[in-house]
T-cell receptor
Framework: DAMVIQNPRYQVTQFGKPVTLSCSQT?????MYWYQQKSSQAPKLLFHYYDKDFNNEADTPDNFQSRRPNTSFCFLDIRSPGLGDAAMYLC????????????FGPGTRLTVL | KNEVEQSPQNLTAQEGEFITINCSYSVGISALHWLQQHPGGGIVSLFM???GKKKHGRLIATINIQEKHSSLHITASHPRDSAVYICAVHDLSGSARQLTFGSGTQLTVLP
């Protein structure tokens, strides 16, 4: 089945230790999104790629970076995680952006010790 | 920027009850999504609609563009329907790729 896959599902890191979260998709969609969702809050868009074009949200901290080496994969790098970065990180894709349906992965829950 | 409000924030129902969750937004949209999020995090898209009504199994979604309001109905509710239901909209203005999310409705269906 075509899907959005996130690895790992659970990630524990130490304060200040870089961490990378992975997302892959078999839908061949052009757009890939990274959201941060803290407990009992709505998902917050961090950035998205339209093909290779990177679009950063204005309030996304510099501590968060992303890479998209090819259509299928997108990575979220947190350079120096703080306690406030503990959250669920959701990857999503859509075919061409706009008001297309977004398909979400299962999420990676990040714990910062 | 669109303001998306959902009501109620929390809803507890007995199995078999008819459930309605409401969503209102402040400015024009191109589409509205209803999403379901189970404990553990994964989000599933239930509906995307820009007018009228859609039905899938026991779920029905309606939207009134003039009134800037949408409802999600669940008929014959079941404990497995327990989840957070999130309304999200694509604004007509701003970045069409960005969704504006409501804060979610926590639904608990008791057996």
């Amino acid at each position: 089945d075509a899907m959005v896959i996130q690895n790992p599902r659970y990630q524990v890191t130490q304060f200040g230790k870089p961490v990378t979260l992975s997302c892959s998709q078999t839908l061949n969609h052009n757009v890939m999104y990274w959201y941060q969702q803290k407990s009992s809050q709505a998902p917050k868009l961090l950035f998205h790629y339209y093909d290779k074009d990177f679009n950063n949200e204005a309030d996304t901290p510099d501590n968060f970076q992303s890479r998209r080496p090819n259509t299928s994969f997108c990575f979220l790098d947190i350079r120096s995680p703080g306690l406030g970065d503990a959250a669920m990180y959701l990857c999503a894709t859509s075919d061409s952006g706009g008001d297309d349906e977004q398909f979400f992965g299962p999420g990676t829950r990040l714990t910062v010790l | 920027k669109n303001e998306v409000e959902q009501s109620p924030q929390n809803l507890t129902a007995q199995e078999g009850e008819f459930i309605t969750i409401n969503c209102s937004y402040s400015v024009g949209i191109s589409a509205l999504h209803w999403l379901q999020q189970h404990p553990g995090g994964g989000i599933v898209s239930l509906f995307m609609l820009s007018s009228g009504k859609k039905k899938h199994g026991r779920l029905i979604a309606t939207i009134n563009i003039q009134e800037k309001h949408s409802s999600l109905h669940i008929t014959a509710s079941h404990p497995r329907d327990s989840a957070v239901y999130i309304c999200a909209v694509h604004d007509l203005s701003g970045s069409a790729r960005q969704l504006t999310f409501g804060s979610g409705t926590q639904l608990t269906v008791l057996p």
